[in-house]
Each structure stands twice: as C-alpha cells, then as structure tokens.
C-alpha cells in the first residue's frame, strides 16, 4: 500500500491579481474532515482504513521565493520516500515548480496532466518569471516532463499559443470538451489542478473567474480515466476571500479523496 502525505503550502506571494490563496490548506482540511461527510472516496476505498493516510502539516513558508523552493523541493522529495504519494495543497499555481523539482529527483521525468483555464506557461508576467501565470514555462524549460498535457483550457492568448508550440504542450479546450476525449498520458504521472478550471458555478472560490469551465462531474470523470501510476498532485489556487459557504474548499477536500484513491488503485 502506498502512503498518501498531504502537504500544505501557504504561499501567494507569486499571485498576479488577488492575493489570499495561502489561507487555503487549513479550510480545505476542515472541509476534509468535517462530519458534514465521510472518508470515502466513490469507489468505496477510505482514507486511514484502505488508503494510508499522513498529514504532514503545512511548511513554513516566509515570501523568501527561493528559500521556499528549497523547502518545497525537500519536503516533496521526503514524502515520496517508501513509495509516498504527496499530495500538495496550495497556495498559488506557482507551486507547482518546486513541487515538480522534488517529484524528478526522485522519480526523474514524469508526464503531467494540468487541469486548469490558463495554461499558465508566460514566460513571465509582470517581469516575474515565477508568477503563478509561469510555472510550465519553468518545468517545460527545465525539461521536468516527458509530455504536458493542459485540460479545460479557455484563455489562450497569443504569446501563450506560442509558447504552447514552443514546449509541445497538448492543450485540450473547453469548447466541445468530454473526458473521454482527453488523451490521458500514461504514468508515472502527476496532476496539477487549479480550481479555477472548473466553471465558477462549481468553484467560485477561485481569484480569476473564468466562466465555461470543467464541472465538478467531469473533473472526476476524468481523474477516474487515470491509469496510473500517479506520483503527485497539487490542488492550488482556492482563495478563502473569494468562496461561498466553503464551497469550494469541499470541492478540494473532495479531489484530495479521489486523488488519494487513484494513486491506491493505480499504484
């Protein structure tokens, strides 16, 4: 059995327009363990009983960028020992950088599934190039994925169409969107979702409303097409200010369920 670890992230620092996104971890663990539900994820498989389960708590983290990088890309790569799975909540997307640097120095180069209405590959925004718009600029530039595949894609402007061609990212857009139509790649994979690539009817919680998005039901339709074996994930981008009745924090301690289940099943 695979141990999952959770992590938290509480960083915003790299957020381009509204801040508050590193006051997620704690209210996505509420919503997780709140007796408003249950430890089961759909497929019946419960976290602490057929899945083993750590929280390892969040880092702590100081808007030090570089210092907070290295502490990610350590406590990633501790988490993954004995087989773990870490699952990383953030936080902004920007993240997902250091995240993936812990991943390959213990598993090498993995395919990466991106959920999300940006594909967040500037090659800087705002003259940063660690902004939570960059990420897969840095991991496609530092050539920390095999493939990229980007789902529920809706924002895609002219320099990021370039920068797409660039790397060979694949880029699935929302408009005729199924999840039988993604072309899911196979493992050792990791998965990255923003929450704003769910429509904001499903995830108002979110800095940057992007409306004609992924629901709820596809999302998990989709993450139950993973054949594994799933390495990570991140869950980033709730930002607390922004929710409605902690709707959006449910649907993340909802993914952190389902994705716990698939790297069970899948491992």
Known sequence: MRPVRLIGLPTDINSSFLRGAAAAPPLIRAAL????GNPAAECGLELGRDIPFEDLGDLPLTEDCAADDARIVAAVRDACAGGGVPICLGGDHAVTYPVLRGIAAVHGLVAILHIDAHSDCYDELGGNRRSHASPFARIMEDGLATRLVQVGIRTLNAHQAAQVARFGIEVVPMRDFTPAG????????????????LDPAFAPGVAHHEPGGLS???????????????????IVELNPARDLNGMTATVAAKLVKEIAALAQRTG
């Open 216 to 234: 709820t039901r596809q999302l998990l339709d989709l993450i139950a097409r993973i054949p594994g074996p799933l390495v990570g994930a991140d």
């Open 33 to 36: 363990l709140s007796d408003m």
């Open 182 to 197: 993604v072309p899911v790649p196979a493992g050792p994979l990791y998965l990255s979702v923003d929450l704003d690539g």
